[in-house]
């Protein structure tokens, strides 16, 4: 089963460590957060590095509050059984979870934290590959 999750989060894969660059170091620790919470569930596989692209979000589900041309970051994954894993699940297990912002996103982020539930405040975004 393959996913595709849309962030307005910076989660780029940098593999800083301690010690390193602060920047680097914090965006890192995103990507390490949100490699965590999807992990809660299940093992992932075919994972591929976020990829970061400035668009129009018009057309995505994102909250009220973010309109107009902004730093999307797309991870695709895909876990083996399916169903192990579906949307209702991925946004329980995200809502609320904390990261630190004020990176590369080109959004305010009123909550340091991914937002899946909140209608003006949504974030991240899930969608099945497969649909």
Sequence with gaps: MKFIVHTLVDITETRARRGEESFLLQQQQNYLTFLQTLGLRVNLSELV??????????????????????QVWTFKFTVEYADALDI??????????PVITELSETVELKQAAFRTKDVQERNILFLLADA
């Design 49 to 70: 590095s976020p990829v970061a692209e400035k668009i129009s979000i018009k057309d995505y589900n994102f909250g009220s509050n973010h309109t107009g041309n902004h």
């Design 88 to 97: 209702d699940m991925l946004e329980n297990d995200f809502d609320l979870v």
